[in-house]
């Protein structure tokens, strides 16, 4: 629908009120009643604007004074980069995928080429953006993600071993984790000061690109802009984006979804070092309804760091906490992620509630699993944040999550 003018919007009316009391416009699926509420890229709508917006529509949806009107929207241009007006500058690299040519019809692919950075010098990365490289290419992509391939001994140091839940089936010897994961309602990640990722010389960004067919020929291809610190300077945290899976061994053998049921899967996963928790990106596919992150702290208490209680698969929301509200969580905390999967015909995504679902990379198929940018800090460096955080030492944390 096109929501331009108000004789294009005015049939919508209903719709409209619909999808703003049930917050599913703008796309805020997390519930508001539990754990934390403060993000740096909050979209959601306030009561008091959806009271506007359901009032206006209760009494008729009126046009109003013609002369009150705003000046019309001046669009942006699609074909710019959202965090050059963020930084004043354009990204110090940018790399592309090889290009790929999804049919109008066939099954799911993946593709996954491998790009050179052309570093000959180590650097440090302060933020990151990716996007298909046309908009046509939004519709035949489901999720694209960026690995960076590098020798680095570093980069797994904090990962749970294949023993202890690691997924290692997909994995470059080299691979260095993810830079970047991109899906529709994930466009950037820009790292908290002093924070960032390491590129060594010879690095690659080794892709793995979803792509779905739609019923007409597209060629695409995936770009990942990058916005560096100068040179010479070296922030003092390394962060990296974790998959924390909901289920015990990460692979996604554990999901078990009998037909017109409603399942439950959980995975749990201990931090090695003091952790600070950037964000919380619910990832899963048609049958996803809900899912949470918890911290059950060294102490035995269990907070609720965020539920998306409304997972839509539609949009792939990513929930940047602010800079006050990230979780800061001792060593030995364990991360509790729990799924819910809806397989009946109540769940209007569902194509089929008469059919089994297990684990798979098809979109007909599911898993489940929380996209997590960690960045580790020395135990020193906990101990100082607690000293200033008193409120929120773990035995009080449960007041400071509300």
Known sequence: MSLVTYEETRPWAKSIKERVITRNMPPWHLDKTVGIQHFANDMSLSDEQ??????????????????????????PKDDGWRLAKEFGRPPDIIVKSDPYTMP???????????????????????????????PAGRKIIHHALAHLVQEDPQARKFEETPDGGGDRRNSNPDEAGTLMEWAVGK???????????????????????????????????????????????EPKYRTYLTLFGAQSNNTGSRIDIPPNTIAQTQGFHVLKAPARLENFQPHMHLRGKAMSMEAILPDGTIQTLSFVDRFNFNWMTNYIYADDAAPVLPTGTVLRITAWYDNTSANRNNPDPDQWVGYGDRTVDEMGHAWVNVTYISEDDYKAWAAAHPHKNPADQRAALQ
């Open 104 to 134: 109008a019809h066939g099954q799911d692919q993946w593709w996954k080429p491998l790009s050179d950075l052309g570093l000959t010098e180590a650097r440090w990365v302060r933020a990151v953006e990716m996007r298909p490289s046309t």
């Open 50 to 75: 959806i009271d506007a917006i359901t009032k206006w529509v209760d009494t008729g949806a009126p046009l109003g004074n013609p002369s009150d009107m705003p000046a019309p929207i001046q669009w």
């Open 187 to 233: 466009n950037y990640d820009i790292y908290r000061e002093n924070t960032g990722k390491l590129l060594l010389p010879g690095s690659h960004v080794w892709w793995d690109v979803h792509y779905h067919a739609i019923g007409e020929q597209i060629t695409d291809q995936v770009e990942l802009a990058m916005w560096l610190y100068p040179k010479g300077q």
